[in-house]
């Protein structure tokens, strides 16, 4: 039986910041935010095996990306060196709300 190597914190550190990394590259082609600015992405857990949970919402939940956002999250996060099986969970609880925005997507929206 192979022993499986524990992640360290530093290792888990860099690959949090690589995941966010390649999360601001996944966009709502509606709104000029990536969606981790936009307060999309409600979580991003790393198992001692790299693989990735996320938990994600949209902006509403008729979102006419909502059958392929989370595809396009997946694949992004898998392109990530080091990234083990991602999952992505979608979930409208908390429902998403403009106070979820980071000041950079504020800024970038006008919405100061």
Known sequence: M???????KKE????TKNIVSALKNVYDPEI????YELGL????????LR???IDMTLT???CPVAEIMPQWV????????????????MT???????SRMSDEARLALNMF
Request: glycine share 8%.
């Open 12 to 15: 888990k550190d860099a690959l």
């Open 2 to 8: 192979t022993k499986v190597k524990t992640i360290t």
């Open 41 to 48: 992405i409600y979580g991003v857990e790393i198992s001692d």
């Open 74 to 89: 997946e694949e992004s996060v898998r392109d990530v060196p080091g990234v083990g099986n991602v999952t992505v969970n």
């Open 32 to 35: 000029p935010v990536d969606i």
């Open 51 to 53: 693989e990735v949970a």
């Open 60 to 62: 509403t939940v008729g």
């Open 92 to 98: 409208f609880d908390p429902p998403w709300d403009p």
